[in-house]
């Protein structure tokens, strides 16, 4: 799948792939415990080498859209590095996580350290 930019130039398109949830759980990502009550996961991606994925979601009360973008942390372990709440839509959401991920793919970072 193509992925928009993310309004930084990068020196070739990233390829960002659509995952299903059984795929995604693969990676044994960090969930908070509420998670699953507050919001309703709806689509999963990864980059090519597997080293950022990410969850589109809907806001379960409000409404409204989500996303998650994760990276292994200092441990291996996938955790959240960048979220963001409150779009009108799914396909807001959806441009700007695809955008982030083709970004920090580009910059070639594969570790993320959590402060704790």
């Known amino acids: 799948m193509p992925v928009p930019g993310h309004g930084r130039e990068t020196p070739r398109q990233m390829a960002i792939k ?6 995604f759980d693969r990676f044994e990502p960090q969930r908070a415990a509420e998670a699953e009550e507050v919001f309703e996961e709806v689509e999963w991606f990864r980059d090519e080498g597997r080293t950022v994925i990410a969850v589109l979601a809907r806001h379960r009360a409000d409404d409204d ?4 973008v994760l990276g ?3 441990h291996g372990t996938f955790r959240a590095f960048e979220n963001e709440v409150g779009f009108p839509g799914p396909d807001e959401a959806r441009t700007e ?4 991920m083709e970004h920090v793919v580009a910059a070639g970072i594969s570790v993320f350290p959590q402060a704790d």
């Open 65 to 68: 859209w989500a996303y998650a």
């Open 72 to 74: 292994r942390d200092e």
């Open 97 to 100: 996580l695809l955008g982030l």
């Open 18 to 23: 659509r995952m299903t949830r059984v795929e």
